[in-house]
């Protein structure tokens, strides 16, 4: 058994011992389970990909003469204006303006939010352009001005949810492609495509919130950031296997952090042809080796973690519930997969090298003393399910 | 006899020049064009397939290079960017001839085999990243 608090004076004197999720596996089957638990202080997790439910709220300082900004676009992309004068909010899927999306079906999908996001932290500059009703104390009615991310007072990542717990694995069985948030999808099973960094990624080596809450420290793309709150559609009411690992999507986690600490090659813009766009995020969760069970959970395997197979070219749409079966990630990790007596080409949309690289970048954070962790303040809820809309008018 | 497949890429002002029929007609080539595209910036880009002995290709490789027209006989249309290259392997299942792959199973890394690449260009649409592009796309 250990503490946060001993875990963190090891971390402060430079002693803690830090494996990444991918290398405590291999340890732990060395060592076995009672030294190890001795021995390592901290799990780094990690997760690369899109994750849509991602902004940024940013905040401009104020014009001579002042403004009260009530529309505004930054390199054409609409970001929202209705919060205080010069303070905004640009989502990862807000498209640019006159994108003609999917008028042209399938769209292309250039350039949005985040690619938005992924410029400024590039440190490129970016284009505001701002209108306003004018007041008597905030008379500015028109505002275009250039700004990179050093100009503004604040820029903070606020993203609802990230780090979904398991996710889909989606298959087309009808007869035409369908460009879905998980790529394209050829007919008849042509593809089969999947988003989790598996036996890597956060939640599944902490599958019932231990230590991940409100409150924990997390990296962000680079950032020390923190669990604001539980991720929306956070359902961890859902099956889970005999090690109790969800089988379907379960937890997710709100993040936040300041984008002027982030690193540009964990924040990448997406283009989703016939879709949208989207930002996709690298992110690392450090899991405190508090006690042998915590440990063990850890050690994962993505042959034991299983996601359900669903068919986009319809079950999906119509909301049914109806699940294909199931494939472990150990398998999905393939090229191709054999499912429903057919061997499908495997594509992901989660880069395995880019959680890897950002598991191991937390990881010597922590063995030089420069990221502490903390103890969550509340615990993330353990039983909660989803819900849907109720449509009080028939569907058009 | 060999035949090369050879990228031609004219400079703006190399564009007027009848390099082909000077291939034909001095270095006894036969020229079989695969692919050509003349961009708004009025660059232009062929992509041929060569026939003739190893000395003629060489000889007319270098007369068409002497005009300032970049040669290439490696070189495909399709470029993979490296460095925006995440390793999400979106590509992999729609690369038909596994020119994109999985170079390590451990990270996951991602290389490109110009050898096998066919210029289907299929994975330019489905690299959410933008690493996959075309010389003969804009
Ligand atoms: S152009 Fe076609 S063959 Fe070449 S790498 Fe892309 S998908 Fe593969
Ligand atoms: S889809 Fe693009 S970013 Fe992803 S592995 Fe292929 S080339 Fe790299």
Redesign the pocket.
Known sequence: MKTYEEINSRIESGKAVVLTADEIIAYVDKHGLDEAAEEVDVVTTATFGPMCSSGAFLNFGHSKPKMRITEAWIDDVLAYSGIAAVDLYLGATQLRHNDPANMYYPGEFRFGGGHVIEKLIAGKECQLFALSYGTDDYPLRELRTTFSIQDLNQAIMVNPRNCYQNYNVAVNCSDKPVYTYLGLLEPNMGNITYCSAGQLSPLLNDPFYETIGVGSAVWLAGARGIVYAEGTQHAPTCERNDLGIPTEGAGTLALSADMKQMSSAFVRGVSLKGYGVSLALGIAVPIPVLNKEILRRTTVRDKDITAPVINYGGDYQARNGKVLGHISYADLKNNSVRFMGKDIRVSSMS?YGKALEAAELLKDEIRRGDFHLSRPSAPLPKEQAMRGITMKEPAR | MTTKRLLFIFQKNATEKPVMSYLVRDYNLEVNIYRAMITPAEEGYLVVDVTGSDEDIRRGMDYAKGLGVTVNDREKGLS?NEE?????????SHCPTGA?KIADPATRR?TFEEQLCVECLN?IP????G??SSIFRE
Do not use: D, H, K
Not at chain 2, 84 to 92: A, M, V
């Open positions: 880069s | 993979w925006l290259c995440t390793g999400c392997g979106n590509c992999l994109l991602i994975c489905n690299c959410p990243y690493a996959c």
